[in-house]
């Protein structure tokens, strides 16, 4: 329960004639991580087949970024799924797929297309610009003259004739205004140079070298109009057959690229293991409770040809298993983004799991809360990514929820309002008459989770051979405990005076020899006394919480008797005003519970920094074993 699974390193020692089936059976199981062998034994030498499997899966990827992939309903996932072939049966396969020629051949000229047809709106635009001057674009081209057109402000267009007409001699000036906007001709000697007055203005230069400005501007019009209707035809042809293709092929295709990236997967993993003039060595980790499937698998396929042994460790942390079930994968995740316990600690997971939605309900303390958040959390997760953050903080909130609502329910919390007693006899707890109680449960949860954490201290200190430090730990829990009673037979009387003076002196001690063996950590017994107190921000912010609610019921609590106007205005203000006040609840009971969890709590033992177990698998969807 508190610990991850049990992990061991194995060496497989297999004849190489079997190697081929022993990687296949580590795919398909996807219960081992491998790792390179320290042994100095020779490589595997896989460069070649991976070249000529990454050749093939740029060719089959590229066919499948041109198809459309077909919706669900479509049948993406082909009923008939193609079963795993050897590469060179694969290899023959693709390369005499007529549809991948087919598909390349289309994407090629779809953008032989696109680009005519660039070149065509371009000029067609440059036609309806200057559709009204007097001009033939085939006749531009001379030895002795430059034309060039522009798009100018109408305003800036009479600036712009003058410095040209005082600066150039033999020069030829038409314009055609479209709103704005000026498109002009300027037609001058070579040896002029008009650069200098063009910068002067914003001014956009209008291509007329194109090939399709051919005639006056009418004609390059009605030219230009036409092949555009005429490549928008032949696209559409195209797009049409490309999706025909996506429907009978895609499903085909991306079977080839999973077969391809499988036998990459196993490529790039063969070139981690060793050999010798027969053998090959292979080792990974393996979770103790899967060891005997693997043992099983490979003796029934490679009977006698095959050693599996486990090796020693000592020098080398495993990696980090951690199995809750599906469910709770969102804690899970919270730790991880934390950081993943190291193999060799305590898993601290189902504390967390228990804790979190406890102080996260305690200080919500509303059912009507409760039923909001659990309704905004559940649209947050429909609408996000199930791999990220913000699914996986909507899926904690989710089961928050219920907390703040049981919560709210014991504390007789409804908006604020109490209901109990339409329903009920049980009144609850209440906020402002019982904060003392409140305030004791805050920290008696402050004690219960650092003193667990001392143990668990203790525990990850001893089997890391620290000694010293392991009892440091458990003075630390003593020095916990009896400084506790003693503050609480001082200034509460809850204990007799001769039990608070024992516990006096126990704590004193305890704290003397915490020093002494915790060198130089031994400033850490601040933060003892100081995280035991930081629990009452439990009590804090749900107080926070409740008052303001009871403000907003004070104030806004809309009445029937005030009108029906009255009504409505005070009904709006009165859910706005709880709809934030619960936000900014949920936004500190997140935070704030997360905390003291990762602060005040891991602190105490945590080490973090694990390695996630990574094992060698694959996910099949469109191809089958």
Not at 186 to 191: I, L, N, R, S, T
Not at 218 to 246: C, F
Not at 573 to 578: A, D, Q, V
Request: hydrophobic share 45%; no cysteine; proline share 2%.
């Amino acid at each position: 329960m508190f610990k991850s699974e049990v992990m061991y390193k194995v060496r497989v020692i297999s004849l190489e004639t079997g190697l081929r089936t022993v990687v296949q059976t580590f795919h398909k199981l996807g219960v081992i991580e491998l790792r390179r062998t320290k042994l100095g034994l020779n490589e595997v030498q896989t460069q070649e087949y991976i070249n000529a499997i990454n050749e093939l899966l740029v060719r089959v990827d590229g066919a499948l970024t041109i198809l459309e992939k077909p919706q669900k309903s479509l049948n993406a996932e082909p009923k008939n799924k193609i079963k795993h072939m050897p590469f060179e049966e694969l290899s023959k396969k693709i390369n005499g797929d007529k549809t991948l020629v087919e598909i390349y051949s289309l994407n090629d000229k779809k953008k032989e297309l696109e680009d005519e047809l660039k070149l065509a709106t371009s000029a067609l635009s440059v036609g309806k610009k200057l559709n009204t001057i007097n001009m033939n674009f085939s006749k531009l081209s001379s030895d002795a003259i430059i034309v060039k057109a522009f798009e100018i402000s109408h305003k800036a267009l009479r600036h712009f004739k003058s410095d040209l007409l005082s600066n150039v001699k033999n020069i030829e000036i038409t314009s055609n205004r479209t709103g704005s906007i000026e498109a002009v001709v300027v037609a001058y000697d070579k040896k002029a140079n008009i650069e200098n007055i063009i910068k002067k203005y914003e001014i956009m230069e209008l291509d007329l070298s194109s090939k399709e400005l051919v005639g006056t501007p009418a004609q390059v019009i009605s030219s230009t109009t036409k092949k555009i209707n005429a490549l928008n035809i032949e696209l559409d042809q195209i797009s049409k057959r490309i999706k025909e293709l996506s429907l009978l092929s895609y499903s085909r295709i991306a079977a080839y690229s999973e077969l391809l990236n499988i036998e990459l997967s196993r490529s790039n993993a063969t070139a981690l293991f060793k050999k010798t003039d027969n053998t090959v060595v292979i080792e990974g980790w393996i979770a103790r409770k899967k060891e005997q499937i693997l043992k099983k698998e490979l003796e029934e396929k490679l009977s006698g040809t095959v050693y599996i042994e486990r090796i020693n460790t000592d020098d080398e942390l495993a990696p980090t298993l951690i199995n809750h079930p599906k469910f709770l994968r969102s804690f899970d995740y919270m730790i991880e983004f934390f950081s993943l316990p190291r193999s060799d600690e305590i898993d601290p997971s189902w504390i967390f799991i228990i804790s979190f939605p406890i102080f996260y309900g305690f200080m919500i303390s509303d059912v009507g809360y409760g039923i909001m958040s659990l309704i905004l959390s559940t649209f947050i997760k429909r609408k996000t990514d199930p791999n990220g953050l913000m699914y996986n903080t909507a899926t904690l909130w989710q089961i928050n929820s219920i907390s703040a609502m049981f919560f709210g329910f014991i504390s007789n919390q409804y908006l604020g309002m109490p209901f109990n007693q339409y329903f009920t006899g049980f009144t609850g707890i209440n906020w402002f008459a019982d904060i003392s109680y409140i305030a004791v449960i805050s920290i008696l949860f402050g004690l219960t989770q650092i003193l667990l954490g001392l143990i668990f201290g203790f525990i990850n200190e001893y089997r890391h051979h620290k000694k010293k430090l392991a009892i440091s730990k458990l003075t630390s829990f003593t020095l916990v405990l009896f400084s506790s009673l003693a503050i609480a037979g001082a200034l509460f009387g809850s204990i007799n005076y001769t039990l608070t003076l024992i516990s006096t002196v126990l704590g004193l001690a305890s704290l003397v020899l915490t020093i002494l063996l915790s060198g130089e950590k031994a400033l850490e017994i601040i933060d003892l006394i100081s995280h035991s107190l930081s629990y009452m921000r439990i009590m804090g912010f749900g107080l926070a919480s409740v008052i303001i609610a009871f403000l907003i019921d004070f104030a806004f609590t809309p009445k029937l008797s005030d009108g029906i106007l009255v009504f409505i205005l005070y009904l709006v203000i009165f859910l706005i005003l709880h709809v934030l006040n619960m936000i900014v609840s949920i936004f500190e009971g997140l935070v704030q519970g997360l905390r003291l969890n990762f602060v005040e709590f891991f602190t105490k033992f945590y080490e973090g920094g694990g390695q996630k177990f990574k094992p060698f698998s694959y996910k099949r969807v469109y191809t089958k074993e």
